[in-house]
Nanobody, 124 residues
Framework: QVQLVESGGGLVQAGGSLRLSCAASGQSFSAYTMAWFRRAPGKERETVAAIRWRLGTTYYADSVKGRFTIYGTNTKNTVYLQMDSLKPEDTAVYYC?????????????????WGQGTQVTVSS
């Protein structure tokens, strides 16, 4: 059974940092694109960052470039999202996801696998 389990969310003041973790199990994800999405109240779901293991390719939404970093372990079973210089507008539920198509994941097309989500709240 495939599972993606996020952790690391919480409450932080503006300018602070958080690191989200996503532990994947149930199959190998070395050929997949791993990504972080977020959904804020009243807003569309946004692809925040993605990483394609095979080529080391990464993607970042313009809103987080230079502040967020996506990376993973050598075993490629865990993906992290380091979030620095957080802003109140980063407040959202963050979801880990895995998809077989990098292009589709970046475009926001439904990945095959999702985590349950973790809340990130940034206070001003």
């Amino acid at each position: 059974q495939v599972q993606l389990v996020e952790s690391g969310g919480g409450l932080v003041q503006a300018g602070g940092s958080l690191r989200l973790s996503c532990a994947a199990s149930g199959q190998s994800f070395s050929a997949y694109t791993m990504a972080w999405f977020r959904r804020a109240p009243g807003k569309e779901r946004e692809t925040v960052a993605a990483i394609r293991w095979r080529l080391g390719t990464t993607y970042y939404a313009d809103s987080v470039k230079g502040r967020f970093t996506i990376y993973g372990t050598n075993t490629k079973n865990t993906v992290y999202l380091q979030m620095d210089s957080l802003k109140p507008e980063d407040t959202a539920v963050y979801y880990c996801a895995a998809g077989s198509s990098y292009t589709a994941v970046v475009a926001g097309t439904e990945p095959e696998f999702w985590g349950q989500g973790t809340q990130v709240t940034v206070s001003s």
